[in-house]
Nanobody, 115 residues
């Protein structure tokens, strides 16, 4: 069973920065794509950013130029650097990987944006 553990969520003021981490229990390169999603209260879970095994990133329009997704292959860890955070960035952030028709999610990490 693949396990993902997210960390790095915190309370931050608007304009602040956070870096989220997602550590995967298997070789991160064995997954075609690793993704970050978020879910705000009362809203559907939405894709924030994804990164292919070849290193190609993709971002939601709402976070483009503010967020950066990356990975450390040696640590089997993906990161989401979030800069210039806005109120609407608040929510629970989840990491996801998938292969062989199955998907795996972490437990989520809470990001709160408040002044």
């Amino acid at each position: 069973q693949v396990q993902l553990v997210e960390s790095g969520g915190d309370l931050v003021q608007p304009g602040g920065s956070l870096r989220l981490s997602c550590t995967v229990s298997e070789r991160i390169m064995s997954f075609p794509v690793i993704s970050w999603y978020r879910q705000a209260p009362g809203r559907q879970r939405e894709l924030v950013a994804s990164l292919t095994s070849a290193g190609r990133p993709n971002y939601a329009d709402s976070v483009n130029a503010r967020f950066t997704i990356s990975k450390d292959i040696a640590r089997n860890t993906a990161y989401l650097q979030m800069n210039n955070l806005k109120f609407e960035d608040a929510g629970v952030y989840y990491c996801r990987v998938g292969k062989a028709g199955r998907e795996y999610w972490g437990q989520g990490t809470q990001v709160t944006v408040s002044s």
